[in-house]
T-cell receptor
Framework: DAKTTQPNSMESNEEEPVHLPCNHSTISGTDYIHWYRQLPSQGPEYVIHGLTSNVNNRMASLAIAEDRKSSTLILHRATLRDAAVYYCMLRTGANNLFFGTGTRLTVIP | EAGVAQSPRYKIIEKRQSVAFWCNPISGHATLYWYQQILGQGPKLLIQFQNNGVVDDSQLPKDRFSAERLKGVDSTLKIQPAKLEDSAVYLC??????????????FGPGTRLTVL
């Protein structure tokens, strides 16, 4: 059973906001939501994480639905360097984590 | 600060051969992870170490995969014997503390294994 569901791919114009959705309908109360991104031929890179409240950092914002069954990663102004595969990951406990299949983001100049 | 180092970056072997991957985590990071990433999929956790002890290896195919982290620093992941379905990128990651659900993982560039 997939714990997270993400669209396979999305496109965005450069300097436009991007909203990357993740569905995690089976999330439990103690699961944290993490986002990582992976550039070609590199390992994943941490983006942001949250539990219940919306979160902001210098890279992105994370909006978490009130029922926590979905979340959205928001890139406020997409740049060409943001082209990557974005993974939504659920983590319950220190050693129970699950990466989804990811969304490939293409940024159009 | 140096990142997570992995070697080799690429490896091609015949099925039934053995192979080993090496990982050097960020200095001072207590927790080390090994992942398998098959093409088109997200990373799958194989094993997690806290210092030199195994925290979780429930996803590690122990009949052919083994891993160790001597002295709580470097780690080696071995496959013996390899199968065609082991073709994947093997990622190593480390984190500063064993803080559970919120620790940030830092990934190495990975080793791409091709089994012919």
């Amino acid at each position: 059973d997939a714990k997270t569901t993400q669209p396979n791919s999305m496109e965005s114009n450069e300097e436009e906001p991007v909203h990357l959705p993740c569905n995690h309908s089976t999330i439990s109360g103690t699961d944290y939501i993490h986002w990582y991104r992976q550039l070609p031929s590199q390992g994943p890179e941490y983006v942001i994480h949250g539990l219940t409240s919306n979160v902001n950092n210098r890279m992105a914002s994370l909006a978490i639905a009130e029922d926590r069954k979905s979340s959205t990663l928001i890139l406020h102004r997409a740049t060409l360097r943001d082209a990557a595969v974005y993974y939504c990951m659920l983590r319950t406990g220190a050693n129970n984590l699950f990466f989804g299949t990811g969304t490939r983001l293409t940024v159009i100049p | 600060e140096a990142g997570v180092a992995q070697s080799p970056r690429y490896k091609i072997i015949e099925k039934r051969q053995s192979v080993a991957f090496w990982c050097n985590p960020i200095s001072g990071h207590a927790t080390l992870y090994w992942y398998q990433q098959i093409l088109g999929q997200g990373p799958k956790l194989l094993i997690q170490f806290q210092n030199n002890g195994v925290v979780d290896d429930s996803q590690l195919p122990k009949d052919r995969f083994s891993a160790e982290r001597l002295k709580g620093v470097d780690s080696t992941l071995k496959i013996q014997p390899a199968k065609l379905e082991d073709s994947a990128v093997y990622l190593c990651a480390s984190s500063l503390e064993y803080s559970g659900v919120i620790d940030t993982q830092y990934f190495g560039p990975g080793t791409r294994l091709t089994v012919l």
